[in-house]
């Protein structure tokens, strides 16, 4: 649980949320394929799942309940990462078009386990 004085200069959620309209504007951009739709709305189910859970977190009645939802943002920026790299991998995207998106999954992932990690310490 987060107070105002521990907040970061920027807000996460609106980066999260940001994070998830990028992934709704990439699926929308896909390839009408079956291979692609089926990829495609598994990284949109859980691209746009992040911010909701993160957006959970701040709301949380204690640490432990701050630290699962931070957990289960995580996991699905991990479910994120693995869908954008089969899109690029089976050459159904370029790597290009979706490097700048794949980076900022990563940023979110190493920013969120640094909140994870510190909030886990203070139990």
Not at 15 to 24: E, G, Q, S
Not at 46 to 56: I, L
Not at 81 to 103: G, H, R
Request: proline share 2%; with cysteine; hydrophobic share 40%.
């Amino acid at each position: 649980m987060k107070d105002e004085a521990e907040q970061p200069a920027f807000d996460l959620r609106v980066r999260t949320k940001d994070f998830a309209l990028r992934i709704v504007k990439m699926f929308a951009a896909l390839p009408k394929t079956e291979e692609a739709r089926v990829l495609g709305r598994q990284a949109l189910r859980s691209g746009t799942s992040v911010g909701a859970n993160f957006r959970e977190a701040h709301r949380s009645r204690s640490n432990a309940e701050f630290v699962a939802k931070v957990g289960d943002s995580l996991k699905e920026l991990e479910e994120t990462s693995y869908w954008l790299e089969l899109l690029t991998e089976s050459k159904i995207v370029p790597a290009t078009k979706l490097s700048a998106l794949q980076d900022e999954c990563n940023q979110l992932l190493a920013i969120l386990t640094t909140i994870s990690k510190k909030s886990k310490a203070r139990d």
